[in-house]
């Protein structure tokens, strides 16, 4: 089945900063990637996605880059606010439809 | 759009009863939907694939007897912690895909599962 690492697993920046998460997937033949962002006791956010028939997308202060040789998906947040701060999960839809999650990357963005 | 609802949003049980968890796609129809399960600070952890009109499909390591699932209509599935142990206790959050949409997955708002 498909297996999605996720890095880093804490991330801290000042605010205005930009952050990057990296994740990498083991099936080639998932083709959809979402990154949700989920902020405590609360329910998983859809911020971005990506179809693997695009390379890059970009939602304001937010974007997605997805190279399918390496399998390997990334999320850029540029100037990061306070209220960025929670957990970012990837995951990748492998051959069954089903979604699988990164392990999260807790983002803490300080004043 | 793509409001998904989930009920109880907080449950606290003995050992030993069962509980019942629904998840409802309130303005689209849901052909699928997943339920997951999250420990505190770890990811989402996928327990079964709920199909409407068909059994559901359950992720290697769970009992489905364990956790029933049924998904009797377009908006509505639920699952039912049987005989539940202080180890069920646990964040159980459902997803559903809009049968009409793509890929992408709506998440309720999560059930806190406590079981003394």
């Known amino acids: 089945g498909e297996n999605v690492e996720q890095h880093p697993s804490t991330l801290s920046v000042q605010e205005g900063d930009s952050a990057v998460i990296k994740c990498t997937y083991s099936?080639?033949?998932?083709?959809?990637f979402p990154w949700y962002k989920q902020e405590l006791g609360k329910r998983p956010q859809l911020i971005i996605d990506?179809?693997?028939?695009?390379g890059e997308k970009k939602d304001q202060r937010i974007a997605v880059t997805l190279n399918k040789t390496a399998k390997h998906f990334s999320l850029h947040i540029t100037e990061t606010q306070p209220e960025d701060s929670a957990v970012y999960f990837c995951?990748?839809?492998?051959?069954?439809?089903?979604?699988?999650f990164g392990t999260g990357t807790r983002l803490q963005v300080t004043l | 759009g793509a409001v998904v609802s989930q009920h109880p949003s907080r449950v606290i049980c003995k050992s030993g009863t069962s509980v019942k968890i629904e998840c409802r796609s309130l303005?689209?129809?849901?052909?699928?939907m997943f339920w997951y399960r999250q420990f505190p600070k770890k990811s989402l952890m996928l327990m079964a694939t709920?199909?409407?009109?068909?059994?559901?499909?359950?992720e290697q390591g769970v009992e489905k007897d364990k956790f029933l699932i049924n998904h009797a209509s377009l908006t509505l599935s639920t699952l039912t912690v049987t005989s539940a142990h202080p180890e069920d206790s646990s964040f159980y959050i459902c997803?559903?895909?809009?049968?009409?949409?793509?890929?992408?997955?709506?998440f309720g708002p999560g059930t806190r599962l406590l079981v003394l």
């Open positions: 997803s559903a895909r809009d049968s009409g949409g793509l890929e992408t997955q709506y």
């Open positions: 099936d080639s033949a998932s083709n959809y």
């Open positions: 990506i179809r693997s028939n695009v």
């Open positions: 995951a990748a839809t492998g051959t069954a439809s089903k979604l699988t």
């Open positions: 303005d689209f129809q849901a052909t699928t």
């Open positions: 709920s199909n409407e009109g068909s059994k559901a499909t359950y």
